[in-house]
């Protein structure tokens, strides 16, 4: 997410996934390259790309990404195909709201289907913490 009206920097794609001490990382260049197409805008100077962020692209992945969960949460189980659909499009916002660490990005895509998520449930316990529960 990018901050108000900053477009961000273009950045060559070695950049954006460098990891330091993982010099393999570069093997994955190829495939990242066309995932990064997707949510990126991008410039192309002698021959070399530089990508951006582009937060309407993102938008619209993650909202193509919730109708895809809906669905399939249909076919996995009746309880599911006999649920409302929006409740069925809730449930698959919630699922992708489990992996997205930056709340803007589920705020925005709540908004656009316009749809209020339940709060979300606390955190389980430590493991250390809930075995000395059993032991008592």
Same mark, same amino acid.
């Given at each position: ?30 495939? *990242? ?23 309407? @692209?993102?938008? *619209? =992945? ?11 949460? #249909?076919?996995?189980? #009746? ?6 659909? @929006?409740? !069925?499009?809730?449930?698959?916002? #919630? ?9 803007? =990005? ?13 709060? *979300? ?13 059993? !032991?008592?």
């Amino acid at each position: 997410m990018k901050k108000r009206d900053d477009p961000g920097k273009f950045r060559p794609l070695d950049e954006i996934i460098f990891v330091d001490g993982y010099p393999a990382y570069q093997q994955l260049l190829s495939i *990242a390259e066309v995932s990064m197409q997707v949510v990126c805008d991008i410039k192309e100077i002698d021959s070399t790309k530089y990508f951006r962020l582009d937060d309407s @692209k993102v938008l *619209a =992945w993650l909202y193509h990404k919730a109708c895809q969960l809906k669905e399939t949460l #249909s076919t996995l189980d #009746s309880n599911y195909a006999a649920r409302e659909d @929006k409740q !069925r499009l809730t449930d698959a916002v #919630s699922v992708l709201g489990e992996y997205l660490k930056d709340e803007p =990005w589920l705020k925005l895509l709540c908004d656009r289907l316009r749809i209020d998520l339940p709060e *979300a449930p606390k955190k389980a316990p430590d493991t250390e913490n809930s075995t000395n529960c059993i !032991r008592k």
